[in-house]
């Protein structure tokens, strides 16, 4: 029977594969006719959907290989070493992972190819976080972050600022990881998906960090904030289980955390593994369970790799404290002993941190700066051109009160000009039948001449009546000429 269960489970995976193979091939052929900038991105993100969240398309990776050589994809031996370390890194070989991210890197600087690095450093600080390197993944984080303000690419500023943030707390500088979830928090404005989930991503954060400070009133607030907007497709059950148990455990319901915790808990994440485990054990040794709480603690103070050391030294005193309960003074000593000897690599560490954190500052700083300048300049730009705008304005208005006054001047020399003619109209034209009308009436009225002579003064009368008709109304036309 287990035989033939195998068999099925061999045919179910084999078929599964094979049609995944094809309708990755599908998809590449879409995403690989894209134009370069989007294309890139658009692998990159199916490479992360496929290889990082689920095995399915691991035999496939050479069919994606093939499809890259095929479309002649200049990143291809970076994108290659990315999937690969998506694979490894699922499978929680941080190490392997971090190795070949690295191979992607030194390739991609080749290229200065600010997308791609932004993310393979982003990536890259995930699997140093997994491994338990943070002065590695705060360092790749701000690699990464700088990258993304030069291409100006919001979504990976904020994904960088919530790893440095993450970074900080679990060095417990949690006004630092506050300053940074709050950067990120200020980018995400909109109503979109995208920034829906980030605004998820930072208030969980926020309950982590408020719960490692025991403020239980702000936990609560983050916690009822991640409910709210929490999505069916955030997958996030498991973390909110985990706010949950931080509420239990800041009102002393230590009884009710323990079943959550343990829920929470899972073998195959180790990165908040030792959290879980640590909050495990404080809350038996609460309720007395102190062989519960050892056999808890000793699994974290046992991975050396995997246990930040704010971690370790919370077990060494945890450890410590049991074995004073019990009276074991000497094993409690032993303990206080390892507990000052992990302080001291931490305050070795803390040093490099803090160089690190100023150089993210300045770095922060310098965008500020720049960005001031950029406004700046535009602000400058805008009043040169207003000042342009008023300085063409004003030679507007004045040529356009030249041209009035040039118009003024025109239409007096030219009414100057009709004047004189009219003047001359009225002294030579029209004077002249008027003369001779006022002439001839006189000579009629003072004339004892036959009437024959009167008929012939009455006609040279009328001849210059209409004579001095004609140049009236050729004054009159004057007149009314523009």
């Given at each position: 029977m287990k035989n033939l269960l195998t068999i099925i489970l061999y045919l179910f995976v084999a078929s599964s594969v094979n049609a995944a193979d094809s309708t990755q091939k599908k998809n590449f052929e879409k995403i690989l006719g894209m134009e370069k900038g989007e294309r890139l991105k658009n692998i990159m993100d199916l490479f992360?959907?496929?290889?990082?969240?689920?095995?399915?398309?691991?035999?496939?990776?050479?069919?994606?290989?093939?499809?890259?050589?095929?479309?002649?994809?200049?990143?291809?031996?970076?994108?290659?070493?990315?999937?690969?370390?998506?694979i490894v890194r699922r499978k929680q070989d941080f190490i392997k992972a971090e190795?070949?991210?690295?191979?992607a890197i030194n390739w991609a600087e080749k290229g200065d190819n600010l997308y791609l690095l932004a993310s393979l450093h982003t990536t890259l600080a995930f699997a140093q976080t997994g491994k338990g390197d943070v002065l590695g993944a705060l360092h790749s984080y701000r690699l990464a972050r700088n990258e993304a303000e030069k291409l100006k690419d919001k979504r990976r500023i904020i994904s960088s600022e919530l790893g440095i943030a993450d970074i900080y707390r679990?060095?417990?500088?949690?006004?630092?990881?506050?300053?940074?979830?709050?950067?990120?928090?200020?980018?995400?404005?909109?109503?979109?998906?995208?920034?829906?989930?980030?605004?998820f991503a930072i208030s969980k954060t926020k309950a982590d960090v408020f719960f490692a400070m025991q403020k239980a009133d702000s936990v609560k607030l983050y916690y009822n904030k991640a409910l709210t907007l929490n999505k069916p497709d955030y997958n996030s059950k498991r973390e909110l289980m985990r706010l949950n148990y931080y509420v239990l455990i800041l009102s002393g319901r230590y009884d009710e955390a323990i079943p959550l915790i343990k829920q929470v808990l899972d073998p195959n994440v180790k990165y908040f593994r030792h959290i879980d485990r640590l909050n495990l054990a404080e809350s038996y040794f609460k309720i007395n369970d102190h062989k519960s709480a050892v056999s808890v603690i000793e699994h974290v103070v046992a991975d050396s790799m995997h246990a930040y050391s704010y971690i370790k030294i919370h077990s060494y005193k945890l450890l410590g404290e049991i074995a004073l309960s019990k009276g074991l003074n000497e094993e409690a000593l032993r303990y206080q002993n390892?507990?000052?000897i992990e302080a001291e690599k931490s305050i070795k560490n803390m040093t490099e941190v803090?160089?690190?954190?100023f150089q993210i500052r300045l770095d922060q700083m310098e965008v500020e700066s720049k960005a001031q300048a950029s406004l700046f300049k535009k602000e400058r730009t805008?009043?040169?051109?207003?000042?342009?705008?008023?300085?063409?304005?004003?030679?507007?208005?004045?040529?356009f009160y030249n041209s009035i006054r040039q118009k003024s001047k025109?239409?007096?020399?030219?009414?100057d000009s009709k004047t004189r003619e009219l003047s001359f109209l009225n002294s030579h034209k029209t004077r002249k039948p008027l003369a001779n009308i006022l002439?001839?009436?006189n000579l009629a009225r003072e004339s004892d001449s036959p009437k024959s002579d009167l008929l012939t003064y009455f006609e040279y009368i009328a001849i210059s009546a209409a004579e001095l008709d004609e140049w009236v109304k050729e004054v009159d036309k004057k007149l009314k000429e523009d």
């Open positions: 992360y959907d496929r290889y990082y969240f689920s095995s399915d398309y691991d035999a496939g990776l050479d069919l994606a290989l093939d499809s890259l050589k095929k479309y002649q994809v200049a990143e291809t031996p970076a994108l290659i070493y990315f999937a690969q370390s998506l190795q070949l991210l690295l191979k679990t060095l417990q500088l949690y006004n630092h990881a506050i300053f940074y979830l709050d950067q990120a928090g200020l980018r995400c404005t909109g109503n979109n998906p995208y920034d829906q989930k980030m605004t390892l507990g000052l803090s160089d690190l954190s805008i009043l040169v051109f207003g000042l342009l705008a008023t300085a063409l304005g004003a030679i507007i208005i004045g040529l025109y239409e007096k020399l030219l009414a002439g001839f009436c």
